[in-house]
Nanobody
Framework: QVQLVESGGRLGQAGGSLRLSCAAS????????MGWFRQAPGKEREFVAA????????SYADSVKGRFTISRDNAKNTVTLRMNNLEPADPAVYYC?????????????????WGQGTQVTVSS
């Protein structure tokens, strides 16, 4: 199995910023799209952001557009999520996922491998 491990700051302040990172143990990492999803207590898992195999194209949920930024470094097999202007709706377990193909999309079913998730908390 492909292993995805999330890391980064887990506690942020309302209006502040956090950065999450995902490391993948896969030789062909650069051949697949990557995405971030999140799940808040009592809610279904939702799409956050995705990036194509080359990193040239990105996609964001409306709720985070303009605040979050996804990027990748194929040489290091990593993908990051920069979270700015944190809001009350942002606290959740965030999951890193590897797609089944080259291009980004918001459907969880199009992602083959998932990290174990990391809890993000926002203080106010």
């Amino acid at each position: 199995q492909v292993q995805l491990v999330e890391s980064g700051g887990r506690l942020g302040q309302a209006g502040g910023s956090l950065r999450l990172s995902c490391a993948a143990s896969e030789r062909t990492f650069s051949s697949y799209a990557m995405g971030w999803f999140r799940q808040a207590p009592g809610k279904e898992r939702e799409f956050v952001a995705a990036i194509s195999w080359t990193g040239s194209n990105t996609s964001y949920a409306d709720s985070v557009k303009g605040r979050f930024t996804i990027s990748r470094d194929n040489a290091k097999n990593t993908v990051t999520l920069r979270m700015n202007n944190l809001e009350p709706a942002d606290p959740a377990v965030y999951y890193c996922a590897r797609g089944r193909g080259l291009y980004h999309n918001p459907d969880a079913t199009d992602y083959r491998y998932w990290g174990q998730g990391t809890q993000v908390t926002v203080s106010s």
